[in-house]
């Protein structure tokens, strides 16, 4: 590996985790799973700064310009994992949305709602004070549990998306949306880097990493793939539905911000109004329905489930535990979604 100075990742998410990754070896060499997410890989901190980093996102979804986190295809296992740590934070983030002007409108819808249901999952993820608590301070997770400065950039990330993302995809000239989406990435970056996220995030690494046979348009066809956005959102109305006894008033008010009525809603109608919610904003964009329309059958469905639980970072968060059997069910009910 070269010694270089600094880095300058231009592109999205795949592109600005890769060099962050590429600085965190090239500065502290080790073997690749040292850093790697337990119990996937030795989770070791990272020891110290990294080379400097600056960040260039072309398109409004991951939030990695604003974030400590890596993610990649660990390809011998099938799965998506990650490396997690403060120090891995870019330098600087520069988000202009004019990098954003030509992004295909699938890739906006897709990118859109991995920034929706970051903030929606950071915003009713366990909070701060409930959150395992780690042996060590060295060893205090990047994803910290919900928190009251989490949930302002979350929550705002939620209101922009709600009104903005339509727009975004449906006219790739409108730059005020394009901007505004652009921005919302980075909050809800800010919000879920520093909160963590749950069950869509930690079941659509399989989702992602499975894949046999599908594209998308506006994605390279030369090789299966379903995009992360929609790995995640395909999983988030099931989710949501399974998390809101956990807590529901943040799940009616996430609702709330997305648009939803909730005036004289019932705690126990937490989840399906959200999920309703984020239901017909997928098929205003013209989402697949569920996993069923991406080549998934219920003969993956324990595979699928194999794949999630090792996703201790971001399912330990969830509001409601979630293990073997309740997954099951969860992909049971992500098949079909309408
Ligand atoms: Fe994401």
């Known amino acids: 590996m070269g010694d270089f100075d600094a880095y300058v990742a231009v592109g999205g998410g795949s592109a600005m985790d890769t060099a962050k990754a590429a600085n965190l070896y090239a500065t502290y060499p080790a073997d690749f799973l040292d850093y790697v997410n337990a119990p996937i890989g030795k989770g070791k901190p990272v020891p110290g700064p990294a080379r400097p980093l600056f960040a260039v996102p072309t398109t409004a979804g991951t939030g990695s310009e604003m974030t400590g986190v890596v993610i990649f295809d660990l390809t011998a296992m099938h799965a998506k994992t990650g490396i997690a740590h403060r120090y891995l934070k870019p330098t600087l983030g520069l988000i202009d949305p004019e990098n954003t002007r030509t992004m295909p409108s699938m890739v906006a819808t897709a990118t859109g709602f991995d920034v929706l249901v970051h903030a929606l999952e950071s915003y009713t993820t366990l909070p701060y004070n409930r959150r395992e608590r780690p042996a060590r301070p060295i060893l205090r997770p990047a994803y910290q549990g919900r928190n009251m400065i989490s949930d302002l950039w979350s929550s705002e990330a939620i209101r922009s998306a709600a009104r903005f993302l339509p727009r975004a995809v449906e006219d790739p000239e409108d730059l005020e949306a394009r901007s505004r989406m652009a921005l919302a990435a980075a909050y809800a970056g800010i919000g879920f880097g520093n909160a963590g996220l749950h069950l869509p995030h930690g079941m659509s690494y399989p989702v992602s990493g499975m894949v046999r046979n599908f594209h998308l348009p506006g994605y390279p066809a030369d090789e299966p793939l379903v995009p992360h956005g929609i790995s995640v959102v395909l999983n988030a109305p099931a989710a949501f539905r399974f998390t809101a006894p956990g807590c529901p008033e943040r799940h009616l008010e996430a609702a709330q911000f997305l648009g939803a009525d909730v005036s004289g809603a019932k705690p126990?109608?937490?989840?399906?109004?959200?999920?309703?919610?984020?239901?017909?904003?997928?098929?205003?964009?013209?989402?697949?329905?569920?996993?069923?329309?991406?080549?998934?059958?219920?003969?993956?469905?324990?595979?699928?489930?194999?794949?999630?639980?090792?996703?201790?970072?971001?399912?330990?968060?969830?509001?409601?535990?979630?293990?073997?059997?309740?997954?099951?069910?969860?992909?049971?009910?992500?098949?079909?979604?309408?």
């Open 268 to 338: 126990a109608d937490a989840g399906s109004i959200l999920a309703d919610a984020l239901i017909r904003l997928m098929r205003r964009l013209h989402v697949p329905n569920g996993l069923s329309a991406i080549g998934y059958t219920r003969e993956d469905i324990p595979a699928l489930v194999e794949g999630t639980l090792p996703q201790h970072r971001v399912i330990k968060l969830s509001p409601r535990p979630a293990g073997r059997e309740e997954l099951y069910r969860l992909f049971e009910d992500s098949m079909i979604l309408w």
